[in-house]
């Protein structure tokens, strides 16, 4: 069986390479039953790099999973965000619906104007990071009176047309 680090530090990959036992354990470290629909879901997720909304994967799960409601999608989404397994991404408009990440490392989004989702490359988006002065996080805890556990950077893009 893999380490839980497998999860947190993977790269989309071919679901046959996500076994049962692996997700098992993490569920179980994340306090969550592990079910077979909740398998689905997770797979799904966590094996395209769309970030995709709950529809989205209803319809990618819901061939080999018959009888999954939209709805199971959506309270099993609502379980993995509040569990930490996924991360929801609201939608750049503030009216479209939310997107899903099986990645929880930090790192940085592109929303272009269609609405899709792309991550930023990691080198760059650690570059960003590291460029935000400390002095303004320190600005920040102060003056709000909270504590930065992380840095989450998004940008709004548009694809240019090239000649």
Same mark, same amino acid.
């Given at each position: 069986m893999r380490s839980l680090e497998y999860f947190y530090e993977m790269s989309p990959t071919d679901p046959d390479q996500i076994h049962e036992s692996d997700l098992r354990a993490l569920f179980r470290a994340h306090g969550l039953r592990c079910t077979r629909q909740r398998e689905q879901i997770y797979t799904a &997720?966590?094996? =395209? =790099? !769309?970030?995709p909304t709950a529809e989205e994967l209803h319809h990618i799960v819901k061939d080999s999973e018959g009888g999954l409601s939209l709805a199971t999608v959506y309270n099993t989404l609502e379980a993995f965000t509040e569990r930490g397994l996924c991360r929801r991404i609201p939608s750049a408009s503030g009216s479209g619906p939310s997107r899903f990440d099986a990645d929880i490392a930090d790192h940085a989004h592109i929303v272009l104007d269609d609405g899709r989702i792309l991550d930023l490359p990691h080198d760059l988006g650690e #570059?960003?990071? *590291?460029?935000?002065? #400390?002095?303004? &996080? +320190?600005?920040?805890?102060? /003056? &709000? +009176? %909270? /504590?930065?556990? *992380? %840095? !989450? %950077?998004?940008? =709004?893009a548009r694809r240019v047309q090239r000649d």
């Open positions: &997720l966590a094996t =395209t =790099t !769309s970030h #570059q960003i990071a *590291s460029e935000v002065p #400390q002095a303004v &996080l +320190g600005a920040i805890e102060a /003056r &709000l +009176g %909270v /504590r930065i556990e *992380s %840095v !989450s %950077v998004q940008f =709004t």
